[in-house]
């Protein structure tokens, strides 16, 4: 964990740039981020009408620090357009969104861009190259949230979008994201129909360690954030966790019939801290909620 927890998003929502009505209507969902995309839901003759979509948004936004906006992939005209879109625009999303990443390099040189104008966006990484996997621990150094691809992800790899074939990719991601306190955001679910593969899928991802998941289906909000918002019973027993091992001058205690110790303090720690920083940004409530969890 970084000293000072970022407050990471449990839950994302792509909409197409397509209509400006059906991009502002998206936002009475209940999301923590809406994520305004200009890249694979916008066929290429329309990108500029749909970056005028983007920017018409942007200055209806209510709170833009929590819009993010999914640019073309760095090297294409497409992108270049995308990053004057955020450079001219009187109003700046919070978040902007880079796609088919390979290095650190190419998020430090979108972040230097924008902020030679002023803007100074959190920066979130789609891992979805193989040299994004096998450069995700410099990537994570560099981004303030990593979010998996599956699909071209998996399309390069020849496989099917399953668990056990994104595993690696999404083990190297935790454990990067771990490291340098990134927000860790998992991928779309892709099968609609079946409710029962998002809700297995949420919680395995959460077992890892990620912190949140990408929809592009405002219906599965609801499961998505009753399984990744802070938990009020979790948070409640996290400060108990603390309380015991400081009880125990930083040593072993007994917490209802099982030990607890240091790293368990340290989890504890971490698991306030974060809830904490989520409630101060994201809840309409404030920090009041970091207590209730809603």
């Known amino acids: 964990m970084t000293a000072r927890a970022r407050a990471i998003p449990r839950s994302i929502l792509y909409t197409p740039a397509l209509s400006l009505d059906r991009v502002v209507h998206a936002w009475s969902y209940d999301a923590d981020v809406y994520v305004i995309d200009l890249e694979d839901a916008v066929p290429g003759p329309r990108k500029p009408a749909a970056r005028q979509v983007c920017r018409a948004a942007l200055e209806k936004a209510a ?47 979108v972040r230097a861009t924008l902020a030679s104008a002023g803007a100074r966006p959190e920066i979130y990484v ?20 990593l979010i998996l691809g599956s699909a071209d992800l998996a399309a390069t790899l020849g ?52 912190h949140g998941k990408v929809t592009v289906h405002p ?32 040593g072993v205690a007994v917490l209802d019939g099982s030990m607890v110790g240091p790293p368990f303090a340290r989890r504890a720690r971490s698991t306030v801290v974060l809830g904490e920083a989520w409630a101060a940004r994201f809840s309409s409530h404030g920090t009041a909620d970091a207590e209730t969890g809603r």
Request: glycine share 6%.
């Open 219 to 250: 219906g599965e909000l609801d499961a998505i954030n009753t399984a990744l918002r802070p938990d009020p019973d979790e948070l409640r027993r996290a400060k108990r966790v603390t309380e015991a091992v400081a009880s125990a001058d930083g």
């Open 63 to 109: 709170e833009p620090a929590n819009i993010g906006v999914r640019v073309n992939q760095l090297g294409t005209a497409e992108a270049v357009h995308d990053l004057l879109l955020l450079i001219e625009c009187p109003v700046r999303p919070g978040i902007v969104v880079m796609t088919m990443v390979d290095s650190a390099v190419e998020v430090e040189l």
């Open 159 to 210: 496989v099917e979008i399953t668990w056990d074939g994104l595993l690696a990719a999404r083990q190297a991601m935790a454990m990067a994201c771990a490291r340098y306190g990134t927000a860790c955001v998992d991928t779309a679910n892709f099968r609609l129909a079946e409710p029962e593969v998002l809700a297995e899928e949420t919680d395995r991802v959460r077992a890892l360690g990620f």
């Open 126 to 145: 789609t891992v979805e190259t193989p040299a994004a996997v096998a450069a995700v621990d410099a990537i994570a150094a560099s981004a303030d949230g």
